[in-house]
């Protein structure tokens, strides 16, 4: 069974950067659309960015356009989210997920696509 390990979140100043890993082992992710999610206390859990099997195209939510960046890297089996200028009302858990469901170039913001989890790293977002 796939398993997906997040890592890369802590505590950041307004306006600072963090990059996220998410990385599995015995899998082969760029078989796999991936997704970040996130989920803040009290909210439901919400799409963030994807990025389809093989990498060919991605996907963001609009509060998350030109400030993250998605990305893979192939020989070391890890997906990335590169998250600049941050806020804090980016203070959440994310989350990665997988999904081999997708033909390649699609990937979509809905975790009900979505068929493995991480466990989550937080994300905080204080000065």
């Known amino acids: 069974q796939l398993q997906l390990v997040e890592s890369g979140g802590g505590l950041v100043q307004p306006g600072g950067s963090l990059r996220l890993s998410c990385a599995s082992s015995g899998f082969t992710l760029d078989y796999y659309a991936i997704g970040w999610f996130r989920q803040a206390p009290g909210k439901e859990r919400e799409g963030g960015s994807c990025i389809s099997k093989s990498g060919g195209s991605t996907n963001y939510a609009d509060s998350l356009k030109g400030r993250f960046t998605i990305s893979r890297d192939i020989a070391r089996n890890t997906v990335y989210l590169q998250m600049n200028s941050l806020k804090p009302e980016d203070t959440a858990v994310y989350y990665c997920?997988?999904?081999?469901?997708?033909?390649?170039?699609?990937?979509?913001?809905?975790?009900?696509?979505?068929?493995?989890w991480g466990q989550g790293t937080q994300v905080t977002v204080s000065s």
């Open positions: 997920a997988a999904t081999p469901r997708l033909p390649n170039g699609l990937c979509v913001l809905s975790p009900s696509v979505f068929t493995s």
